[in-house]
């Protein structure tokens, strides 16, 4: 036998009531409704007469005596209101791997078309590194590789993981098939044919893949917003953009680090050009995103995001000034533009995890909501 509150309907009737209890039930709640919100009403009014703005204090007399009691944040047995979610370091680590990947399957179909072999050979290679160790990171936070190929079973359009999935499993062989390609030189003469065939496919594969690339680099943050995490779900209009802009500052680093100073132009303009998208999307975020940004600036999230900036500041300056002169200085500033990419990622997933934690994330922007709708609706 169920109980009154397993039995209880969406509207708040019992199914073995009567009609009319029914409708006296329904009558009741809404008094009840109007009852708080005009007690909330009189209470603001008082306070405005009185000169006060609601939660202030009156001095004088016996001391200061508070009008409105003050608003505490708490849940039930001191819980918070929205879990947080179960994922440890391999989740940031593979959402930075990941926008590696992506970036320099990018990179190294552009420099297949205009002739920089060395810069294409170090883009598909670390665009197979990356993915590999991003499907590693993913692989290990789901426990056994069979929860992933269980993944594949259905193709569900509204759900970012099941996108991911199948996103993933496309763009890896094209990466695979595009590195593989630059093995061809090696084979020793007697394998003419096979080495012509790898060459072949290089390029095809290669367009492939930087064709995924972008959804690559930006699910990932379709996959944090699409969550009930406060500043990750209200950052969802801004995020992908945030992350595609440290993908590319990622990759064009990489690029920086493992290509000769020559060829490594392209690298540098996507090095630069993301790490500006990175930092204008992240003032236009913070501004949108209102109290939920907060968490973006305290503790393991603030530090880590604070050390991302400066890392771009540093990698863009000696990009710009010293990164097509020396050859040390393009490794320094490649390696400082692709920590601050990581400290970016991991950043951003403390800082969700975070929000998740204090009921005030959570409680004060539903009643921000819940007020604009009743103010339009009265």
């Not at 009567?18 to 009741?28: H, I, M, P, S, T």
């Not at 595009?178 to 394998?191: F, Q």
């Not at 893949?209 to 009930?228: G, I, K």
């Not at 996507?270 to 109290?291: H, I, K, N, P, S």
Request: charged letters at 20%; glycine letters at 12%.
């Amino acid at each position: 036998m169920s109980t009154p509150g397993e039995a209880e309907t969406t509207y708040g009737r019992w199914p073995d009531d009567g009609k009319g209890r029914g409708q006296r039930r329904r009558n009741v709640q809404a008094a009840a409704a109007r009852g708080l919100r005009q007690s909330r009403d009189q209470i603001s009014g008082l306070s405005e007469r009185a000169g006060l703005a609601p939660g202030a204090r009156r001095r004088g007399g016996e001391g200061e005596r508070a009008m409105v009691p003050e608003v505490s944040f708490t849940s039930y047995y001191g819980r918070p209101v929205v879990k947080a979610s179960p994922w440890k370091a391999d989740i940031p680590a593979y959402l930075f791997l990941g926008g590696v990947a992506a970036g320099s399957s990018l990179l190294g179909a552009g420099a297949d078309l205009t002739g920089r072999p060395a810069l294409r050979r170090a883009a598909r290679l670390s665009a197979l590194t990356g993915i590999g160790l991003s499907m590693v990171a993913l692989v290990h936070d789901l426990g056994r590789p069979s929860r992933f190929l269980n993944m594949q079973r259905v193709v569900k359009l509204t759900s970012p993981m099941s996108v991911g999935t199948w996103v993933l499993s496309l763009y890896g062989p094209l990466v695979g098939l595009a590195a593989t390609a630059e093995a061809s030189g090696l084979l020793p003469g007697t394998l003419r044919g096979p080495a012509r065939l790898l060459a072949s496919i290089g390029r095809p594969a290669g367009i492939g893949a930087a064709l995924v690339a972008p959804v690559v680099a930006s699910y990932t943050a379709v996959l944090l917003s699409d969550t009930a995490t406060p500043t990750w779900h209200d950052a969802h209009r801004h995020l992908p953009f945030l992350f595609v802009g440290s993908a590319a500052a990622a990759s064009g680093g990489l690029a920086m680090i493992t290509s000769p100073v020559g060829q490594a132009g392209p690298a540098r303009r996507m090095a630069v050009g993301g790490a500006l998208l990175e930092f204008a999307v992240d003032q236009r975020m913070e501004v949108a995103m209102g109290l939920t940004a907060e968490p973006l600036h305290q503790g393991k999230a603030g530090s880590y995001l604070q050390v991302a900036k400066v890392l771009n500041t540093i990698g863009v300056a000696g990009t710009v000034l010293l990164g097509r002169r020396s050859r040390s200085a393009a490794v320094i500033c490649g390696t400082a533009l692709l920590a601050g990419s990581a400290f970016t990622r991991f950043g951003i997933f403390e800082a969700g995890q975070q929000s998740a934690r204090d009921p005030k994330y959570t409680v004060v922007p539903q009643r921000e909501r819940l007020d604009r709708r009743e103010g339009i609706h009265s």
